[in-house]
């Protein structure tokens, strides 16, 4: 294990060797200087792990060096020694950022305990700072969302962002197949680099070619002068195709051949060019289907489907549809100069229930429109656009989408009490014999159609009393269909 690098700021030789002393038999790598400047530089060149430091310098105030660790960032923990009555100056140092202080003269126990604790919280930062940034992340690279299904994403777009295998997105249509490119390109090696988008499907065919290569002048007609491809303009950085499998049968062996020596022919050319480019692709049709019914070769299928991604639909993003929500919510509220500050219970309630098989994109434009159309600070039910406003009955309750189950108008339920919490249905006993243990699938359906009953039908809030989302039972009904 790694010694931590103690770094002790004092101009007095006795407390040097004091300080010296009580640390010799623990586990630290202690050195020391006795001017501010020796220390800046010490923290420029290898920033110890912790630093103890003398107010009072000859060249210096110590408040000078807090100062420059703050700015810095610098990812050290300071501990600082002062006089006997003091104790301002102790709080205004901790105030800039110290750890912890000690009033002289202090024993060894009180500069090992100090030490120790200095460390530890040292240590619970890193694992905080670890799980806010690679566990719990609400947001990342252009994604907001901060589900199971989503942090999956994140940790692979982390793996895979440094290296040169090509990346083949899957997902429904508006899931963020783009904004994942981008998270790919923003992480990795090559950010500085440029980031090109081309569209596969979007390009006549005719001029995909041309389009992605590049053609000289007089290639063919309307070709009035040299003109680099996509290819060549993603040199040094990410190419991303999207809607590979629109791409024409003709030019599928070509973008093989460059997939495999990273060289190309301009449209018209001879000359043999050389780029070097991450490629990263996307589609919203199943891949293999296509290969099999022949719009795809098999061969560069096989090519670019290295590294698989599949984004999730928003159904099944359990909770994300209320943070993105709300982002559109700000975003927009500020573009267009209005009020509005949340959705209502109500609204939040559809939101969670609507199937959206738009997903991000549809969720996007219906957040725009409300903002648009609509005054206030908040968004209530009378203000949904179509179709979600069949999801509100006439006395503005919510109903269950019609895509789902049949709609139909909710009385109050004043007599429901909430279920109770337990993973044996309401109706059953619990088992007294191993053969009255039933599978727990079994079990949580019962519990789930059992609730949804006692609600009649309506699952947002059946959902209410079982803890869970709308849009997990909307999942779970659907596979039990299968």
Request: one cysteine or more; a negative charge.
């Amino acid at each position: 294990m790694t010694q931590k690098r103690i770094l002790m700021v004092e101009d007095d030789p006795s407390e040097i060797a004091l300080c010296k002393a009580y640390l010799a038999k623990e586990p630290y790598d202690f050195s020391s200087v006795d001017r501010g400047a020796k220390a800046i530089e010490a923290l420029n060149d290898n920033c110890p792990d912790a630093i103890i430091l003398d107010l009072k310098l000859p060249d210096m105030n110590g408040f000078d060096i807090l100062k420059h660790i703050a700015e810095q960032e610098q990812p050290c923990e300071v501990v600082v020694v002062t006089g006997n009555g003091s104790m301002n100056v102790a709080v205004e140092a901790m105030q800039l950022g110290a750890r912890d202080f000690m009033m002289k003269p202090y024993n060894k126990e009180r500069l090992i305990t100090t030490l120790k604790n200095t460390f530890e919280n040292q240590a619970l930062k890193r694992i905080v700072r670890t799980y806010q940034e690679e566990i719990d992340r609400h947001e990342y690279c252009g994604f907001i969302g901060s589900s199971l299904a989503m942090q999956r994403v994140y940790t692979i777009i982390d793996s895979a962002a440094d290296s040169k295998a090509t990346v083949f997105i899957t997902g429904e249509s508006g899931t963020g197949k783009e904004v994942c490119a981008e998270a790919i390109h923003k992480k990795s090696n090559r950010a500085k680099g440029p980031f090109i988008a081309i569209n596969c499907g979007a390009i006549p065919k005719d001029l995909i070619e041309s389009e992605l290569f590049g053609h000289v002048k007089g290639a063919f007609t309307g070709a009035l002068k040299d003109r680099d491809g996509s290819v060549r303009s993603a040199h040094g950085g990410t190419l991303f195709l999207d809607e590979i499998c629109e791409m024409d049968m003709a030019l599928q062996p070509k973008l093989l051949r460059f997939l495999q020596t990273g060289s190309f022919n301009k449209v018209g050319s001879d000359k043999l060019e050389h780029v070097d480019v991450r490629i990263v692709c996307a589609t919203n049709k199943d891949p293999l289907k296509q290969v099999a019914n022949g719009n795809f070769r098999e061969d560069l299928y096989y090519r670019l489907h290295v590294l698989p991604m599949i984004l999730p639909p928003l159904t099944t993003r359990d909770g994300d549809v209320i943070e993105i929500a709300n982002h559109f919510l700000k975003t927009y509220a500020r573009e267009e100069s209005k009020e509005f500050e949340r959705f209502s219970n109500e609204v939040e309630a559809v939101f969670s229930a609507y199937n959206w098989p738009g997903n991000i994109r549809q969720l996007q434009n219906v957040v725009r429109n409300i903002v648009v159309l609509n005054k206030g600070e908040i968004v209530t039910p009378n203000m949904l656009p179509a179709p979600l406003d069949d999801l509100i009955d006439e006395n503005l309750h919510v109903a269950t989408p019609r895509a789902q189950v049949t709609i139909q108008q909710i009385p109050a339920h004043d007599h429901i009490t909430p279920l109770p919490p337990t993973t044996a249905p309401a109706s059953s006993a619990l088992p007294i014999s191993v053969e009255e243990i039933r599978p727990m699938a079994d079990v949580e359906r019962e519990h789930i159609e059992n609730a949804i009953k006692l609600c009649e039908g309506n699952i947002p809030q059946a959902s209410h009393y079982l803890g869970i989302s709308a849009a997990t039972i909307y999942r779970k009904k659907s596979a039990w269909k299968e």
